[in-house]
């Protein structure tokens, strides 16, 4: 019987050291030399300190900084683990709402929503991306016409002219990876890092 064994156990023990030691560590090896900043998950740095991720979005508030889209990530309630609470782009727990588009409360939500913004601008159409969750909750980007629609209410809070913010959503705009996939889009973060960096001038 041992003789029948030996052979599956010798074979487990060495896919097991191929595919999980091994292959793991050339792959990683080779992503940090190819891709040195995305292999170590596209850190930001602001004055030596990480603040975050281009890969990950995060909560600005305020009326002076550009926010992202709505994340509907959650974390367990403090006071009652067997329920949850927002945890606005909480990596730990990367997920949609899952409300399909005929949910009462995501209708009523994103109603609510959309008539909070058209009170910053009621000059221009809502984008969608502004009210919309993504698949994730952890979305770091938003369209260029979601950025450009914050621009009012930005101008507003920092007393700076809007063609100047204007022109910086212009220079932060991504196009389409390779030229062809995804949409054009914006780095929230990005944005308001050179934004701080504007109004510091």
Do not use: C
Not at 133 to 149: E, M, N, Q, Y
Not at 162 to 189: A, F, K, Y
């Amino acid at each position: 019987m041992l003789k029948e064994l030996r052979p599956a156990i010798v074979f487990i023990v060495a896919l097991t050291l191929i595919t999980g030691v091994a292959y793991p560590f050339a792959m990683t090896g080779i992503a940090r030399v190819i891709f040195p900043n995305q292999s170590q998950g596209s850190l930001v740095e602001r004055d030596g300190k990480v603040i975050g991720s281009a890969l990950v979005g995060q909560e600005f508030k305020g009326d002076g900084y550009f926010h992202g889209r709505p994340s509907a990530t959650v974390a367990p309630d403090p006071n009652d683990s067997t329920k949850t609470v927002p945890a606005p782009y909480n990596a730990a727990n990367s997920g949609g709402s899952n409300l399909g588009p005929t949910n009462k409360s995501l209708i009523e939500r994103v109603q609510i929503d959309v008539e909070k913004l058209k009170q910053e601008n009621a000059s221009t159409q809502v984008p969608i991306d502004l009210v919309t969750t993504s698949g994730s909750g952890l979305d770091p980007h938003i369209s260029p016409a979601a950025a450009l629609f914050q621009v009012p209410r930005i101008a507003k809070a920092r007393n700076m002219p809007e063609d100047r913010l204007r022109r910086l959503v212009d220079e932060h705009i991504e196009g389409r990876t390779l030229g062809l996939l995804g949409e054009p889009r914006v780095n929230v973060l990005a944005l308001n890092l050179a934004l701080d960096r504007a109004a510091a001038r």
